[in-house]
C-alpha cells in the first residue's frame, strides 16, 4: 500500500511591488508560494500620485492654447493641463504696395511667430520723392554745342528787347509737354510765370539760369542749378542782359506731375505739331545771330 506524504504549509516569497489600476482607489500585492506556485493577493491602501514631468503634447501658438499631459509613476492615471496661447510677435512694418505721387500706399506688420499679417496702415511719401526736372523747350545741349552730351538739356532763346509775352512750352521729364512758361516784358523787367495743364501738375524747387554768350552755354554750366531767380518776381533786363538783344534761358526746376493724366503731352507727339517746328526755328535762328554777334 502507497504511502502518501504529509501536508505541509506553503512557504510564500516576498510580496512583490503593489499594482494600482488607479492610486486613489488602491491597489493589489501578490505573493507566490515557493513549493507549489499558489498565489497569494492582498489589498493595499490608496496612495496619492506620483506623477512624472509635464509633457507637451501640443504647443501652444498665436491665439491657441497648447497641451501638456504627466502620467503618473505607478497607475494609469494621466492628467491633462493647457498652455496659454501666445500673442502675436510683431515684427517690423514692411511695404505691401509702395506709395505712389497721388496715392497712398500700404505697410503691413507681420508676426515673427506665425507669419500671419496682424496690423495694417497706410502711408504716403513727400512729393520730393517723385520730383522730375522741368525743362523750357528749347534747343539741345548737344546740337548748340556740336558735341554729345553726358547730360543734355533744353537751352531757350528768347529776345530781351521784344516787348510783350513769350511763351515757352515746359517739358517733364524729358517725356511731357505740361504746360508752358511766360515770359513777359514790360519797360525793363522780365517777369517768369508758369501755367500748367493739370492742376496736380507744381514745381517744387525753382533754377533759373540766364546766359548772353555762347561759349559760357557748357556742360559743367548747364548743371549748376540757381535759386537767384524765381517766378513772379521782376528781373532787370539792363542788369541781366546788358545790351544783348537775345538771351539764353535754362530752366531746370524739380516738381511733380501726372504722367498718366490726358491732358499733357506726350514730347515725343507735341514735337510734331507745327507750332512746334516753328518755335524751334525761331530759336535756332536767333542762335545764329548770337553766333555772328548781331545778339548786341
Same mark, same amino acid.
Given at each position: 500500500m502507497q504511502k502518501t506524504a504529509p501536508m505541509t504549509e506553503h512557504t510564500f516569497g516576498s510580496w512583490e511591488k503593489p499594482v494600482y489600476q488607479r492610486? +486613489?482607489?488602491?491597489?493589489?500585492?501578490?505573493?507566490?508560494?515557493? /513549493?507549489?506556485?499558489? =498565489? =497569494?493577493?492582498?489589498? /493595499? !491602501?490608496?496612495?496619492?500620485?506620483?506623477?512624472?514631468?509635464? =509633457?507637451? /503634447?501640443?504647443?501652444a501658438w498665436c491665439n491657441e492654447a497648447g497641451e501638456q499631459t504627466r502620467k503618473c509613476r505607478h497607475c494609469e492615471h494621466t492628467e491633462t493641463r493647457a498652455l496659454a496661447a501666445k500673442k502675436h510677435w510683431p515684427g517690423r512694418w514692411r511695404t505691401a504696395e509702395p506709395a505712389r505721387l497721388f496715392a497712398p500706399g500700404k505697410q503691413i506688420r507681420l508676426c515673427r511667430r506665425c507669419g500671419d499679417t496682424i496690423e495694417t496702415r497706410s502711408y504716403t511719401l513727400d512729393k520730393k520723392h517723385f520730383a522730375v526736372s522741368f525743362n523750357a523747350y528749347g534747343i539741345l545741349l548737344? +546740337? &548748340?554745342?556740336?558735341? !554729345?552730351? +553726358?547730360?543734355?538739356c533744353f537751352i531757350t532763346p528768347f529776345r530781351t528787347d521784344m516787348q510783350g509775352e513769350q511763351t515757352v512750352p515746359i517739358v517733364a521729364d524729358a517725356k511731357h509737354v505740361v504746360g508752358n512758361l511766360h515770359l513777359l516784358i514790360e519797360d525793363d523787367d522780365?517777369?517768369?510765370s508758369c501755367s500748367f495743364y493739370d492742376e496736380r501738375s507744381e514745381v517744387l524747387k525753382v533754377s533759373i539760369r540766364f546766359f548772353? +554768350? &555762347?561759349?559760357?552755354?557748357?556742360?559743367?554750366? /548747364?548743371?549748376?542749378?540757381?535759386?537767384?531767380y524765381q517766378f513772379e518776381t521782376p528781373i532787370s533786363i539792363s542788369k541781366t542782359f546788358g545790351g544783348a538783344k537775345y538771351g539764353m534761358l535754362i530752366l531746370n526746376c524739380q516738381g511733380v506731375y501726372d504722367a498718366e493724366s490726358g491732358s499733357n503731352i506726350l514730347l515725343e507727339d507735341a514735337s510734331k505739331e507745327i507750332g512746334f517746328e516753328m518755335l524751334l526755328d525761331e530759336m535756332r535762328q536767333m542762335t545764329k545771330f548770337m553766333q555772328s554777334g548781331n545778339g548786341t
Open positions: 492610486c +486613489e482607489d488602491g491597489g493589489t500585492q501578490s505573493r507566490r508560494c515557493d /513549493v507549489c506556485g499558489t =498565489e =497569494e493577493s492582498r489589498s /493595499v !491602501k490608496p496612495r496619492k500620485h506620483a506623477f512624472a514631468r509635464w =509633457e507637451t /503634447v501640443r504647443k548737344s +546740337e &548748340l554745342t556740336g558735341q !554729345k552730351q +553726358e547730360f543734355d522780365l517777369r517768369l548772353t +554768350e &555762347l561759349d559760357k552755354v557748357t556742360q559743367k554750366n /548747364v548743371q549748376k542749378t540757381s535759386r537767384r
